[in-house]
């Protein structure tokens, strides 16, 4: 296997592992090697990382704090030929990490930014949780406090992707709390904790039984946590106001039966449910 060689006037956006060090790629750890800078979120918890596979390439703290004051400072830095990498505490940068306003202002610029793909939790934690991949939204972090935590779920009640989030496992009672009285009992959702580490957990359930599985055993309340809730169910007989009104249309030019039939071909429901609605709109 050859070395991967890296280019000049170009930010590397690499992922790093997100527990298990050895979740990282040898591309990863090229560019490591050979950049003239690593911007860290944390220099001494990047400091492990580059110690264990004895990286000793120059580091700069970039955070959300200082990130929009070290984007000029690297704009040059690539403008004079060098070479950076972006790296965040664990996983993909900019997921829920800093970096956006950098990469942001460099593509402006129309500088090189160049992805490292590897570990990232929410998908790490997607592939196993059993629920619906399909289609999904990332949601970020969910707050803090319980009030402004209600509101962002009851933004989402209705949406039918399996939504993924990530959480802070002191709070996970207080969140499925929230989770049951917001969305209900009987919305399943997954925890996946300290993935890739020793104590990796991976539990799915209602939020009804999560609150008794939660309770009794502390050690879950520990460590970094991704949480996963099943989408809404689509009512298969639920018409849509478009639905109604292509009906009403069509209702105007020719027999139920046929205004039903053209409808339910549109937009994918039932022509039974619409015969329904078609019958009482004569009323």
Not at 25 to 48: F, M, N, P, W, Y
Not at 207 to 236: C, H, R, S, Y
Request: proline share 4%; charged share 25%; hydrophobic share 40%.
């Amino acid at each position: 296997m050859t070395q991967t060689t890296i280019s000049a006037s170009t930010l590397y956006i690499v992922a790093t592992p997100i527990g298990n060090l050895m979740d990282i790629s040898q591309r990863a750890i090229d560019v490591l090697t050979q950049v003239d800078l690593i911007c860290c979120e944390d220099t001494r918890h990047t400091g492990r990382l580059l110690s264990a596979y004895n990286i000793k390439n120059k580091t700069m703290s970039l955070h959300d704090h200082n990130e929009r004051q070290r984007q000029e400072q690297i704009a040059s830095m690539l403008d004079e030929g060098k070479s950076i990498a972006l790296v965040s505490d664990a996983g993909t940068p900019l997921i829920s990490d800093p970096g956006f306003h950098i990469v942001k202002h460099l593509r402006s610029l129309n500088l090189a930014v160049t992805p490292i793909p590897g570990a990232c939790a929410a998908i790490s934690a997607l592939s196993v949780a059993g629920l619906p991949t399909d289609r999904f939204s990332f949601e970020g972090f969910l707050p803090s406090k319980s009030g402004a935590r209600k509101t962002k779920l009851a933004e989402l009640e209705h949406e039918t992707r399996t939504m993924i989030f990530y959480d802070a496992p002191r709070r996970a009672i207080d969140t499925v709390q929230d989770i049951k009285e917001v969305l209900g009992g009987e919305r399943q959702i997954v925890i996946a904790r300290e993935l890739t580490k020793t104590f990796e957990t991976v539990h799915a359930d209602t939020a009804d039984n999560f609150l008794t599985w939660l309770n009794e055993d502390p050690n879950q309340l520990k460590g970094e946590m991704v949480l996963i809730i099943e989408g809404a169910k689509v009512d298969p007989n639920a018409i849509s106001p478009a639905a109604i009104n292509t009906l009403k249309l069509l209702l105007s030019e020719m027999k139920p039966k046929k205004a039903c039939a053209i409808a339910a071909e549109i937009h994918g429901v039932k022509k039974n449910a619409l015969y329904q609605v078609a019958l009482d709109l004569k009323l």
